[in-house]
């Protein structure tokens, strides 16, 4: 459970580092324009250090999207010329328009930025690199979890510990009959891409060739496609057409014994004065073998970008570890800082799902797909599972239509730093 702490005495401190970070760093643009997602977690956080960073004398103008706008609106910034934004939020999905990014490595080494972060998050396959050089700073961690009632579980005598999709499945006939009148889990099914955070963790084969082509296991993929499928019989009534908020309503209302989820979109609110389910959840090690999908926001400083010591410092102040744990606690964006998650009061106060949540840090990836391919995949996933197709044709499908789909050179960087190409 995340709680608001300290905030005033957090917000003297980090606006005083703020002063030095950019008085160090000789930031001096009078104003700087952010792309961010709109949240109400990152574009929150981002106003609030916006409005600390003006005192440094640059003025940060925060502009928040949906995600899918966000995405769009970036990579048409870039491809048009546009230059808007001087600094930009994205992830991995931004593959095709990396070259359009500064290489941060000069900024990285002088000031040894990554000293301190958790371990691995700052090298090819987790963050972004074009040519060995990276390019993305990581903030803002998550990775998809699966959160479960436990009085729920336990009345149907099932133990939080599922190998693989089809051992939840086998279990929720039994969480049902103990449980009349609840579902066996919820998940923001109305969301198309969102169906990928099963696929990557029960699929445990390669996404490209080893000639370097998007390519499939297709007697995997099309296993890993039927396995999603049996599962989403137990699903609530109505349920294959749900918003994040609503899934996450009915695990509050114990309408449902499970979610699956990124959990810094609900763990904040589970343990909240009033909520139902206080003090009676936990999370589980993630299904699957595969990996468990990765949340990893990257900050990019576009080569346009006239003021790039600027740039510069805005990222460490919003990504940095001096608002590490107000982030967390005051907006529930996950800490990419090692020491965030050894804090006494935050580590004993979360005690019941950090171990959970942090090794799914440790094993989670993000596939080497750019934004075509991953979308194909995503959508024709949810034709499967709502009996559009059969899972064997719409691997197939997937698999005949990647062959035609350019792999950036940066997903091959990512593909070989995350082991997910064919040897």
């Known amino acids: 459970m995340i709680r608001r702490t300290n905030a005033s005495k957090l917000a003297a401190t980090v606006a005083a580092s703020l002063v030095g970070v950019a008085l160090a760093n000789g930031a001096a643009a009078a104003e700087l324009n952010f792309s961010v997602m709109e949240s109400g977690t990152y574009d929150k956080a981002a106003s609030q250090i916006a409005a600390e960073f003006a005192s440094t004398g640059t003025d940060v103008k925060v502009f928040a999207f949906p995600w899918a706008v966000l995405r769009q609106n970036n990579t048409t910034d ?74 729920m579980l336990e009345k149907a005598g099932v133990p939080p510990e599922f190998a693989s999709w089809a051992d939840l499945a086998a279990a929720c006939d039994k969480i049902v009959a103990a449980n009349p009148g609840t579902a066996c889990f919820s998940h923001a099914t109305g969301s198309p891409e969102q169906i990928g955070g099963f696929f990557f963790s029960g699929y445990a084969g390669t996404y490209i060739s080893e000639d370097g082509k998007y390519a499939l296991d297709v007697p995997a993929a099309t296993a890993a496609a039927e396995e999603i499928t049996a599962l989403w019989k ?170 035609n789909i350019p792999v950036p050179p940066a997903m091959l960087e990512a593909a070989a730093g995350s082991d997910l190409q064919e040897k």
């Not at 990014?101 to 371990?119: K, P, Q, V, W």
């Not at 700073?137 to 998550?142: A, S």
């Not at 909520?275 to 990893?296: D, N």
């Open 234 to 403: 137990y699903l609530p009534e109505k349920g294959t057409a749900l918003t994040f908020d609503e899934a996450h309503q009915l695990f509050k209302d114990q309408q449902v014994a499970i979610t699956v989820t990124y959990p810094s979109f609900i763990t904040n609110s589970l343990d909240a004065e009033g909520s139902p389910v206080a003090g009676k959840w936990g999370m589980s090690q993630f299904p699957g073998q595969g990996f468990p999908w990765l949340s990893l926001w990257q900050l990019f400083i576009p080569s346009a970008t006239e003021d790039k010591d600027a740039a510069w410092a805005w990222i460490k102040a919003y990504a940095g570890p001096e608002n590490a744990k107000r982030n967390l606690v005051e907006h529930n964006i996950g800490s990419v800082w090692a020491a965030t998650y050894e804090d006494p009061e935050l580590k004993e106060r979360n005690a019941h799902f950090w171990p959970a949540l942090t090794a799914g840090f440790a094993a989670a990836k993000n596939p080497p797909l750019s934004g075509e391919a991953q979308d194909l995949l995503t959508n024709t996933l949810q034709d499967i599972v709502n009996g559009r197709v059969s899972a064997a044709d719409g691997i197939g499908s997937v698999a005949a239509q990647w062959a």
């Open 78 to 151: 870039l491809i048009s010329g546009t230059n808007q934004y001087d600094v930009m939020s994205g992830g991995y999905y931004l593959a095709d328009v990396y070259s359009y990014f500064s290489t941060l490595d000069d900024y990285i080494a002088r000031d040894n930025y990554g000293e301190g972060m958790i371990a691995g998050l700052l090298s090819p396959g987790r963050s972004e690199f074009v040519a060995g050089k990276s390019i993305g700073i990581p903030y803002g961690i998550d990775a998809y979890g699966l959160i479960y009632n436990t009085e």
